[in-house]
């Protein structure tokens, strides 16, 4: 498939860009191999084939210096061939840098590409200088020397003699060529990006509907086993009539009824069978249709790792360094858009490989190991994911070192860095800026890499590991979906819609009492194997409204990492599904806390929570006080509306107290830690009680009593002043200021304070 406009508009250079893409890529895959061994008869054809492509190609659209370079090119591979040269690490440079040369060209507008060679004739002479002097023999390295490049006729005759002897066919046989069904099977149709979304849209929606026939079966299954049903009544109550001698007309009558009841029942049942037969093509050809269609815009690995060996080869080069990339998988099948995404974190990982990593030579000989070190990559598919693992064999990763630069940095203090597993510690290393390079390199040591990895990675739904032993290596593991258009989901109802969850980017889920809710600083948690859990309602997150919580039991979606975890809690899971992603309409823009959307099986539209931004979204809330708590219900969706206090005191053993006598007395409560932050909350919520202490930092009770009754919207709220003091003359200013209780604090061991709350607000339910 081709990003961009409709394949109809393309013109002939267009066509020569995609051309010139496809026989570059195997001009630099062969040309790396070359460097590998002796070179096969086999490779150096393909390659002196794939020159001849690109010579007739840019011969047809008019671009002369494709033409000479391929020409020139397509000439060294026929030496080679013919066993004339012996390539070596020089002639490879030359070869590279004319592919790159190619794909410049290629790559360059209409009007720029046509005039590249008078605008840069130098660079063409100095580049095919160099190649004449390989095809002749002559040591090079990596520089052109100014000379005329011309063709003749006798070259061809000769560059054709040798193809016919790589082949195997003697004189007079025509070139061996792929036979009809072959070409059949290898030939490609391009469709745009969009095209193929309208496509997987409309096999979704043909699979939505399919599945709507479904439900009628089995209502005709049921009707179907009702009639026997009623057949075996009817059996039942003739037995009865043969005993009663009713008229023959009423009896004949029956037996009419009897008959005609069979009919329908054998009439159902052939109807019912070819129904359900049909639903089950139906529903076979659908799932086929949407996987195939799926399937289209999978693409084998390789087509995601074309320049990785010559970037590889490129930095040991200039490293000083001996690196081999051997790549596995190749034919691994994989989303096109997970291909392109994971070129970047793919680069930044083997920069830092080579660069972090791998040895000098005579490093790696006085250690024991080959001269030349070993990157693997791999690529596989492990339990519906795909799996990429990126293995050296350097110097691994020295974890004293970096639980030192964690320290450094003051990411953890010294003792807990001392307790932390090295599987903790590597962690570390995907936070933006962190670097154990002390100096800054050209290729890496700037502290940019690996968060960008990571970031890649999570967008895409998935996860990363590093493993290490210093002196032998390191590993990273990488798990993705092989698809981004399907995503397994965890469906859960949130307000009365069904929302999905991606399964790889959440950290469980979870159903604990309702009874089990705890609270401490006005937060609710729950516990879940020793851990404690801070909770909110998904309904105030995504502000739909408070959470009230309907049953005995909570559900409970956790989401965060490892040092920030939070409960979101839902009013039920649904159950896991794979759902066929379909983007959001571009005018919306980035919706808030959403991702995507997909249809469910019903044909009703699920939103996909984007999981990453609902933690950010809960942290902002947790950061300004602004979580509402998840609230009890009771009934068919009817609230239990229970009056709410504030509780205003620096002390937190006070705020715990009271708040614990409160709740007990069923009664919702908040607190504050001084009187700012009370006459903040006052503003905010409406409270049907204020409980103040008096002398607290930055506003004192006294004052708080004062703004509240100062202000009309708030001036009716009943107020409690409790306070250690029993003095009269601060009794006498709390009243005054327009407080409605004194209370001393000792009121606590007694009835006094729960009298106060209920004269002044009413008893509620516990």
Not at 380 to 385: A, E, R, V
Not at 405 to 434: H, Q, S, T, W, Y
Not at 508 to 531: C, H, K, N, Y
């Amino acid at each position: 498939m081709e990003d961009g406009k409709d394949m109809s508009n393309f013109s002939m250079l267009d066509l020569f860009r995609t051309e010139a893409g496809e026989q570059g890529k195997v001009l630099s895959d062969g040309v790396l191999a070359l460097e590998h061994g002796a070179p096969s008869a086999e490779l150096l054809e393909s390659l002196m084939r794939a020159a001849h492509s690109l010579k007739g190609a840019a011969r047809l659209v008019g671009v002369e210096p494709v033409v000479r370079l391929a020409h020139v090119m397509e000439d060294v591979f026929v030496a080679s061939i013919n066993s004339e040269i012996t390539l070596d690490s020089g002639h490879i440079d030359v070869l590279l840098s004319v592919a790159d040369m190619i794909a410049s060209i290629a790559g360059l507008p209409d009007s720029a590409m046509g005039s590249w060679g008078e605008d840069h004739p130098e660079e063409l002479e100095n580049m095919l200088s160099s190649m004449k002097r390989i095809k002749t023999n002559v040591p090079v390295a990596g520089e052109g020397i100014k000379k005329d490049a011309r063709a003749s006729q006798s070259k061809d005759g000769a560059r054709k003699e040798a193809v016919t002897a790589v082949r195997g066919q003697g004189p007079g046989r025509g070139s061996a060529s792929p036979g009809h069904e072959d070409a059949e099977k290898d030939r490609v149709l391009r469709v745009t990006a969009e095209r193929w979304n309208q496509l997987m849209g409309l096999a979704g929606e043909v699979k939505v509907e399919a599945g709507r026939l479904h439900p009628y079966v089995v209502s005709l299954g049921q009707l179907k086993r009702s009639q026997i049903g009623l057949i075996e009544a009817l059996d039942s109550l003739r037995e009865i009539i043969d005993d009663l001698n009713l008229q023959e007309d009423a009896y004949n009558f029956f037996i009419t009824a009897q008959a005609r009841a069979k009919e329908c029942r054998k009439l159902l049942s052939d109807k019912t069978g070819v129904l359900d037969a049909y639903d089950r093509r139906v529903s076979s050809l659908t799932e086929r249709l949407h996987r195939e269609t799926i399937i289209t815009k999978m693409r084998p690995f390789s087509d995601g790792v074309n320049g990785l060996q010559r970037m590889v080869r490129d930095i040991a080069r200039q490293l000083g360094k001996n690196v081999k990339l051997e790549i596995n998988g190749l034919s691994t099948q994989v989303d096109r858009d997970v291909l392109e995404k994971m070129e970047a974190p793919l680069n930044h990982i083997l920069r830092n490989a080579i660069d972090h990593g791998i040895e000098h030579p005579d490093e790696r000989l006085r250690g024991g190991k080959p001269e030349q070190a070993t990157i693997r990559l791999t690529a596989s598919h492990c339990d519906g994911m795909l799996s990429i693992s990126v293995e050296d064999d350097g110097r691994g990763i020295d974890i004293g070192r970096l639980r030192r630069k964690v320290v450094e940095r003051g990411l953890a203090k010294e003792d807990i860095a001392a307790r932390l597993m090295d599987e903790e510690l590597l962690e570390f290393m995907f936070l933006p800026n962190f670097s154990t390079r002390d100096e800054v390199t050209e290729i890496s040591g700037r502290g940019v890499g690996l968060d960008v990895v990571l970031d890649v990675i999570q967008k895409m739904r998935g996860s990363v590991k590093v493993k290490t032993e210093f002196g032998k290596g390191t590993r990273f593991y990488m798990q993705l979906p092989v698809t981004l258009s399907v995503v397994s989901a965890l469906i859960v109802e949130i307000a009365h819609e069904p929302y999905a969850f991606p399964m790889v980017r959440i950290n469980g889920a979870v159903r604990v009492p309702s009874r089990d809710i705890r609270v401490l600083e006005d937060r609710q948690f729950i516990t879940i194997d020793g851990r404690h859990l801070g909770i909110v309602g998904a309904s105030h997150v995504l502000g739909l409204g408070a959470q009230a919580v309907r049953g005995e039991d909570l559900s409970v979606v956790i989401i965060g990492d490892r040092e920030n975890s939070y409960g979101v809690v839902v009013d039920r899971f649904i159950g896991q599904m794979e759902l066929a992603v379909q983007s959001m309409d571009r005018r919306l823009g980035k919706v808030k806390d959403i991702s995507s959307a997909a249809l469910l099986e019903d044909g009703s539209p699920v939103l996909i929570v984007d999981v990453d931004d609902l933690a950010l979204s809960v942290e902002a809330l947790v950061k300004h006080g602004g979580i509402a708590k998840v609230r009890r219900a009771s009934g068919e969706g009817a609230e239990i509306v229970r009056k709410l206090i504030l509780v205003v005191d620096d002390s937190l053993t006070v705020r715990e107290v009271e708040r614990n006598l409160l709740e007990a007395a069923g009664y919702e409560v908040d607190v504050a830690v001084d009187g700012m932050d009370g006459w903040s909350a006052v503003r905010n919520r409406r409270y049907d009680l204020v409980i103040s202490d008096i002398d607290m930092p930055r506003m004192d009770g006294i004052e708080l009593v004062r703004m509240i009754r100062g202000d009309r919207d708030y001036s009716s709220t009943p107020v409690i002043i409790v306070s250690y003091k029993d003095r009269e003359e601060d009794r006498k200013r709390g009243l005054e200021a327009g407080a409605d209780y004194y209370l001393t604090k000792g009121s606590f061991h007694d009835n006094t304070f729960m009298d106060a709350v209920v004269d002044l607000i009413g008893e509620e339910k516990a």
